[in-house]
């Protein structure tokens, strides 16, 4: 049977890991079936000067995207899509749900090891002989193709992640972009809103790039600080040197 969601995720997005959350308590209560789906900062950014561009840890960081998401399409390709939801489950508290490191570019490029995803794969229950995916550029291809997949759905002009609803033949965007979860109580509710929105055939877009920080530990952010918001100019605090 169809998903009623196809959910496409890089593991090292921040925003990506937020609506995921909350995407899972959604289709908790609404029984929902979600199917994960690959979709790639780093070969979305190919074409991109990294130092010119980004700030300096963006590029270990996406790098790190695609070698975990090698080891996503080898998990899926060994044991089905639920060890795509389970991986990335996994791969997201590791990722996200931690105090920061002391140095970003270290800790970013960290994540695309076998030592960081060893325990990711044993916590979802999956051979952690996996990880020598991370290593395998024959997976990019798949990559490479549902990357191209999730942009054929919405144009090029996008982050992550990318939902595309009640697939094939439903409406896909890129968003919900969320920096703070919903309480259970409001997570269904918002989530209608979207769902409303999604299904008008002529609805193209709501967008804006001040954002809060994700409210996560991965970015410590400070009580005091929550609220402020910062242009993150597309998702990615692109700068231009």
Not at 119 to 148: C, N
Not at 160 to 178: D, E, K, M, R, S
Request: net charge negative.
């Amino acid at each position: 049977m169809s998903a009623d969601l196809h959910f496409y995720f890089d593991p090292v997005c921040p925003f990506a890991w937020m609506t995921s959350k909350w995407v899972r308590v959604v289709s908790a209560q609404r029984r929902y079936t979600v199917e994960w789906r690959f979709i790639s900062l780093r070969l979305l950014n190919a074409h991109v000067d990294y130092g010119a561009q980004f700030p300096p840890e963006y590029e270990a960081g996406h790098t790190a995207g695609l070698r975990l998401l090698r080891v996503a399409a080898a998990a899926r390709a060994g044991h089905g899509h639920q060890a795509v939801a389970a991986l990335y489950e996994a791969l997201g508290e590791r990722v996200f749900e931690a105090a920061p490191g002391g140095d970003d570019a270290a800790d970013r490029e960290r994540r695309g090891t076998r030592e960081f995803v060893e325990p990711a794969l044993a916590a979802a229950g999956l051979p952690t002989d996996l990880a020598a995916a991370l290593d395998d550029p024959s997976w990019d291809a798949q990559v490479q193709a549902e990357t191209d997949e999730a942009l054929a759905l919405t144009g090029k002009d996008v982050g992550t992640p990318i939902l595309h609803f009640q697939p094939p033949a439903g409406v896909a965007f890129f968003g919900p972009v969320i920096s703070r979860m919903p309480s259970e109580e409001d997570a269904a509710e918002l989530w209608d809103h979207v769902v409303a929105l999604a299904g008008f055939p002529g609805f193209a877009e709501l967008k804006r790039s001040l954002r809060e920080r994700p409210q996560l530990p991965s970015f410590g952010v400070p009580a005091e600080t929550v609220g402020v918001e910062e242009d993150w100019h597309g998702g990615s605090r692109r700068q231009h040197r």
